[in-house]
């Protein structure tokens, strides 16, 4: 059973029952049971044309839950005769998908919730770490952006900003996560480029383009993670580089600052270093100030006190950092660095401990637990 090919197929598919009218939360409910049928059917008798099989089991998997919920009797006059089985475009219609779970009757956070889970192949768990919130929380923000949807016809799509917010968090989820949707955000993302001239689109694709450069340096042949400073920049991929400065710095000239522009930036400047010593922090932390202004994220100012750190001293950056509520994500992890580097190794190693209990993947753990006792054995020592 090849589970690349129905991953591959499925937007396309759900795409195909939302524009014959079926409701979000039903065709995605149907195209799931369609899969489990290919699953079962496929081995012993694999279609000729599998797009076209799923859309025609998916479709009647809709028309029996239609027909069987009583509360849904209206819909059945807008229900379009069975489609016969056959042939099927081979068109992409994942960023199509995007746009149209982006829809105005929902707000943008939850547009992005749903679309992460339907189409990006999140589960919730992975959507609530991206969000800060806890899971309790974003299973029921994704169960309210199905209920408004249901009913509603998408022919009305949603807008640029929310698309590029769902393609970034698909993004950093590939990238740093369990599931790998790096590639498949930077295909979309281009996509996008080429039909919208819009400089944040611009930015986001250098920003992941800069970001995926240098993923080959970034773990260990243990898998162990291995920090930016640490990383082997002979890996880093050159090309990927000169294209994504390239997209930055027009964008840039247009004059029209956003957030994706401003994190790229940043990245461009990391990746200009030929060493990490040699990294230009002053100018980093200018653009995350830059940063600030446009987002008020206390992910951004946990991130620019620890430039501060680098630029200005330890102590700069923990009076930095001391101004950010302590319960934030790897809030822990960036004290114990600074800490670390303003030579008291005793609170650093109890830091690193105390993060890597709060670490959100095995990989980080992994690091912050090595930080701990490799501190815990020079004080030994």
């Not at 022919?155 to 599931?179: H, I, K, M």
């Not at 400073?229 to 710095?249: N, Y």
């Not at 957030?259 to 400047?269: D, N, S, T, V, W």
């Not at 890597?356 to 030994?380: F, G, I, V």
Request: proline share 6%; charged share 25%.
């Amino acid at each position: 059973m090849d589970e690349a090919l129905l991953r591959s197929l499925t937007p396309s598919v759900l795409t195909v029952l939302v524009r014959r009218g079926a409701d979000f939360a039903a065709a995605e409910d149907a195209v799931q049971e369609a899969l489990v049928e290919a699953v079962r059917v496929w081995p012993a008798d694999p279609p000729r044309d599998a797009k076209g099989w799923l859309v025609t089991v998916a479709w009647r998997k809709f028309l029996d839950a239609t027909r069987s919920d009583t509360a849904r009797r209206r819909r059945e006059d807008r229900i379009e005769e069975e489609p016969a089985p056959g042939p099927t475009p081979a068109v992409d219609d994942t960023l199509q998908l995007y746009f149209l779970c982006a829809h105005p009757s929902l707000t943008p956070s939850s547009a992005v919730a749903l679309t992460l889970r339907a189409v990006g192949g999140l589960t919730t768990r992975q959507i609530a770490q991206a969000y800060l919130v806890p899971e309790a929380t974003m299973a029921q923000r994704i169960s309210r952006a199905k209920r408004t949807v249901s009913g509603v016809r998408f022919d009305q799509p949603g807008d640029v900003a929310t698309v590029l917010r769902v393609l970034y968090l698909v993004f950093n989820e590939g990238y740093s996560g369990d599931v790998d949707l790096a590639a498949e955000a930077i295909r979309l993302t281009r996509q996008l480029a080429a039909v919208i001239d819009h400089p944040e689109v611009a930015g986001l694709l250098a920003l992941m383009l800069l970001h995926h450069a240098r993923r080959a340096s970034r773990t260990a042949p243990d898998g162990g993670l291995v920090p930016l400073a640490e990383q082997d920049r002979t890996r880093w991929d050159t090309a990927a580089i000169a294209e994504g400065v390239r997209i930055l710095q027009t964008a840039l000239a247009r004059d029209r600052l956003g957030e994706f522009q401003a994190q790229a930036a940043i990245a461009a400047l990391h990746a200009d270093a030929p060493t990490a010593e040699e990294t230009d922090w002053v100018q980093i932390v200018e653009w995350y100030d830059e940063l600030a202004r446009l987002t008020d994220s206390p992910v951004v100012r946990l991130n620019r006190a620890v430039a501060v750190g680098e630029a200005d001293g330890p102590r700069a950056g923990l009076a930095a950092l001391a101004a950010i509520e302590d319960s934030l994500p790897r809030h822990t992890a960036a004290a114990a660095y600074l800490h670390e580097r303003d030579g008291d190794p005793t609170t650093a190693a109890r830091l690193y401990a105390e993060a890597a209990h709060k670490a959100p993947n095995l990989a980080e753990r992994d690091y912050l637990t090595r930080q701990a006792a490799r501190l815990n054995s020079r004080t030994r020592h």
